[in-house]
């Protein structure tokens, strides 16, 4: 069974730092492309940063473009995103979705639950 | 950026009944070298993450009831639901993963009537 487990969410003030992780088990990580995806409280949804599968390609949202970093750790079955600069409206869930591919992307077939990140003064 | 534009915002249908959502994108998502529409479905109930229903807008997803299906190319779409259950009252939402950045709809809150 597919399993996608984020954390590292948190209060943070404007202008500040986090790093989420997304463990993932259940599939052959290093095998398939794996994206971050976000959801503001009573929103929809907002792609923000995509990896591929060796790690050798990366795809940020404008929105993000020079503030997060994507990374993964094939080797320990984690996703990351770094978030530095962080605005009030980067305020979401953040949640980790496994492509169905390997390189850039072609449909998210499975996602964790996500975690809250939540910037505030 | 290719932006994605659902139809209507709130659908209200009866149990049994057909449902049928639209999403149009701003620029074609049909790639013409393997001539696939890089474009998907997902289907949201409170409190979960997305599902995924349809990928290449037409292919059901593994374990996807055959009631839920996608058509359309190039830039107009649909999915449709041929009977409506109870367990189908979620949000919807398309995607287009035809160039970065992947971009959704805004989605589309169907309800039983």
């Known amino acids: 069974e597919v399993q996608l487990l984020e954390s590292g969410g948190d209060l943070v003030q404007p202008g500040g730092s986090l790093r989420l992780s997304c463990v993932a088990s259940?599939?052959?990580?290093?095998?398939?492309?794996m994206s971050w995806v976000r959801q503001a409280p009573g929103k929809g949804l907002e792609w923000v940063s995509a990896?591929?599968?060796?790690?050798?390609?990366?795809y940020y949202a404008d929105s993000v473009k020079g503030r997060f970093t994507i990374s993964r750790d094939n080797s320990r079955n984690t996703l990351y995103l770094q978030m530095n600069s962080l605005r009030v409206e980067d305020t979401a869930v953040y949640s980790c979705a496994k492509d169905r591919g390997g390189s850039y992307s072609t449909g998210f077939d499975h996602w964790g639950q996500g975690t809250l990140v939540t910037v505030s003064s | 950026d290719i932006v994605m534009t659902q139809s209507p915002d709130s659908l209200a249908v009866s149990l049994g009944e057909r449902a049928t959502i639209n999403c149009k994108s701003s620029q074609s998502v049909l790639y013409s070298s393997d001539n696939k529409n890089y474009f998907a479905w997902y289907q949201q109930k409170p409190g979960q993450p997305p599902k995924l229903l349809i990928y290449w807008a037409s292919t059901r997803e593994s374990g996807v009831p055959d009631r839920f299906s996608g058509s359309g190319s190039g830039t107009d779409f649909t999915l449709t639901i041929s009977s409506l259950q109870a367990e189908d009252v979620a949000v919807y939402y398309c995607?287009?993963?035809?160039?970065?950045?992947?971009?959704f709809g805004q989605g589309t809150r169907l309800e039983i009537k």
């Open positions: 259940g599939f052959t990580f290093s095998s398939y492309a």
């Open positions: 995607q287009q993963y035809y160039s970065s950045p992947i971009t």
């Open positions: 990896i591929s599968s060796s790690g050798g390609s990366t």
